[in-house]
């Protein structure tokens, strides 16, 4: 887990901006990302929430390119929580306008450069104007391979597993059958390889329901700029940061006695 500190940053490179790719001794399959504080950007430039929302939706598009310049199979975005629906009524309304204003916008971009979107979450309790959309900007690119991106909007990671278990229990699978992988394969993810490194913008320091079955494992980077200051820069950093630790799933280093466990604990 790691931390920064960097507050501010310069505006988002567009595509082509001639930032230098670092070079990498390993980077991630698969990158998740909760965009948090677009509200406490606005908060400091004297501007509404909606203004901030607005502005994080601009901050997508370079952070999606700039993955998958380095090679990024999987990008899953938590833009809309479960739990969001609990926020005023103005707020809730502008991010789910600013989410088909994405799709609006940048569809057509996202297919020529071949990326796969995919929604996560429940689909149901969206406008109906945003249901179509999600649903046509998922068939139209459901063929493209260069890069996944998941669009988690009405999503929450424990709901994500009790649908999982419901499928279970509908199939008739017998409770001795009933496996992690029998669960994983059952999750909105199924299929994908599980996040290797989760990122979150905002200064918090928490999950708040996001992939909790799927992140596990994950590396945490944490950042105290907010998402809408989150650039090509900022990508490259986290990268360069996951790239330096060494993930042990459990197990201990090559050449550290058995015994090193029992002092230690788990481990990481």
């Not at 690119?141 to 999982?164: K, S």
């Not at 996951?242 to 604990?265: L, N, P, Q």
């Amino acid at each position: 887990m790691v931390v920064t500190s960097r507050t501010e940053s310069p505006e988002a490179e567009p595509s082509g901006s001639g930032l230098p790719l670092p070079e990498l001794t390993s980077r991630p399959r698969h990158v998740a990302i909760i965009m948090d504080g677009n509200g406490r950007w606005a908060r400091a430039r004297g501007l509404g929430r909606s203004e901030g929302h607005r502005a994080g939706a601009e901050a997508i598009r370079p952070v999606i390119e700039r993955l998958a310049a380095h090679g990024v199979e999987v990008l899953t975005l938590f833009g809309f929580s479960t739990e969001n629906w609990g926020r005023p009524r103005a707020e809730v309304q502008t991010i789910l306008r600013l989410g088909g204003e994405f799709i609006d916008r940048y569809l057509d971009e996202l297919h020529r450069q071949g990326v796969q979107l995919r929604h996560l979450g429940d689909p149901e309790r969206l406008p109906a104007a945003l249901q179509k959309r999600v649903r046509h900007a998922v068939e139209r690119t459901a063929h493209n391979d260069r890069m996944i991106v998941n669009l988690a909007f009405n999503y929450g990671g424990r709901a994500d597993i009790v649908d999982a278990v419901r499928r279970l229990v509908e199939e008739g699978v017998p409770a001795a059958l009933i496996t992690e992988d029998a669960i994983t394969s059952r999750l909105a993810t199924a299929g994908l390889p599980e996040p290797d490194l989760l990122i979150r913008t905002g200064g918090e320091r928490r999950v708040s329901n996001f992939l909790v079955w799927q992140s596990s494992y994950s590396e945490y980077y944490f950042t105290d700029l907010q998402w809408p200051d989150f650039d090509a820069a900022a990508v490259d950093a986290a990268l360069l940061e996951y790239a330096s630790r060494r993930r042990r799933f459990g197990r201990v280093d090559d050449g550290v006695e058995d015994s090193d466990t029992a002092i230690t604990g788990t481990g990481g």
